[in-house]
């Protein structure tokens, strides 16, 4: 494609291939573009993987299976039967394991000549840069921003390239960021978007086969940038929509007026997982799922009112709720369907929307509503464990 970015191998080649080896990656070695000196350079490689579950579950396999010498993967995670129909590096056998250890055990299934380092802990502005050090290429599957520009500056920081994808429902996004020769994260995204207003995988759902999907074009990314063959996503954006079956690619450019980065920052203030204004409103006004079971028992007149949206309410709801999106609140279309007699307790799935929606009502006027810490999931956790979780 004219205009892209022609790029030099990432790593040298290793000194030989063994004779399993060889008679392992044949079929790569039969492509003239990668050949003996292609795969060497994969065999010499080290590529960290950010999270073990929809992106980089498959990733994983194909960078294992492709013949990347040292894999590094970065989850703290457990896994949980919600993750099986989309993070098929783990199986049933596998709930409740570490999701690292479980994605380990996979990769040596897949090809036991590959080196695997576990980094069971959560990335942060504290760990990032000494993780970070020893690899090559890094691979961002995670689905938080505030874990995306952690790994964009830590990578623009140390001077590497790393692969970025990203899944919601039916659409996927992947791109290369390389600040040295091409745009990084935020020449594509200079900030996060407001809190709330972008749902998760958790809140909004995606289709399991999509991480395929997105997983493969980032390992077809990472493989070109080993190699030095082909053209790869850098400096520009591919959104794949799986429903219309269609590809398009959205070209990036560097902002010559962005502030550099310097330095690692608190990434979780940075981005507002919940804004000031739901802080605030929750400081006072959070009970527990106990505490509302309790309020059940004796009786009290209250309205307890579900934020989340139908399709959720039709997974799983608490007895007695009724059903009112956060976005009707938040627009103010249904502050006149509240009951103006009694105390509004609010929920959701875990407690960020309902933050949000609690911060709203307090400006409306309804002082004394409450929000349930842990929403949903806090309930069927503590209080009726018989509840499905999702």
Not at 115 to 136: E, G, M, P
Not at 237 to 242: G, Q
Request: hydrophobic fraction near 40%.
């Amino acid at each position: 494609m004219s205009g892209a970015t022609s790029l030099p191998p990432l790593v040298e080649p290793a000194s030989e291939l063994t004779k399993e080896e060889v008679a392992r990656y044949s079929r790569h070695l039969i492509i003239p573009d990668v050949g003996m000196d292609g795969q060497k350079r994969l065999k010499n490689a080290k590529v960290l993987v950010v999270g073990a579950g929809g992106l980089g579950s498959p990733a994983l396999l194909y960078l294992a299976a492709a013949g990347v010498g040292t894999l590094g993967i970065v989850e703290f995670d457990e896994v949980d039967e919600s993750n099986l129909h989309r993070q098929i590096i783990h199986g049933q056998s596998d709930l409740g394991r570490p999701k690292a250890e479980s994605a380990k055990d996979s990769i040596a299934e897949v090809n036991p000549y590959v080196q695997v380092n576990l980094h069971k802990t959560h990335l942060t502005s504290d760990n990032a840069l000494d993780i970070f050090r020893d690899y090559d290429l890094i691979l961002d599957g995670t689905d938080n921003f505030a874990t995306r520009y952690l790994v964009n500056d830590a990578a623009v920081l140390l001077g590497k390239p790393y692969v970025w994808g990203s899944i919601f429902r039916f659409e996927g996004q992947a791109s290369v960021f390389w600040d040295q020769y091409g745009p990084n994260y935020r020449d594509l995204y200079p900030e996060p978007p407001p809190p709330g207003m972008v749902p998760s995988c958790a809140e909004g759902g995606v289709l399991g086969v999509l991480c395929a999907s997105i997983g493969s074009i980032m390992v077809n990314e990472a493989i070109k940038l080993i190699t030095g063959i082909g053209e790869t996503l850098l400096g520009r954006l591919m959104i794949y929509d799986a429903l219309e079956m269609s590809y398009r690619t959205v070209k990036i450019r560097k902002d010559p007026n962005a502030t550099p980065v310097s330095e690692l920052i608190d990434y979780e203030a940075f981005c507002g997982v919940v804004s000031d204004d739901a802080q605030q409103a929750a400081a006072n006004s959070t009970i527990t799922p106990q505490e509302l079971k309790d309020m059940f028992d004796r009786g009290e007149k209250f309205e307890l009112i579900d934020v989340r949206e139908p399709h959720e309410y039709e997974i799983v709801k608490i007895e007695g709720s009724k059903l009112i999106p956060k976005d009707r609140i938040l627009s103010g279309e249904a502050l006149s369907e509240l009951p103006q007699d009694r105390k509004i307790v609010l929920h959701c799935k875990s407690g960020g929307r309902s933050a949000e929606a609690l911060a709203a009502l307090h400006k409306a006027g309804f002082s004394d509503a409450v929000h349930v810490g842990g929403g949903v999931l806090g309930w069927a956790n503590q209080v009726d464990t018989s509840l499905p979780t999702y």
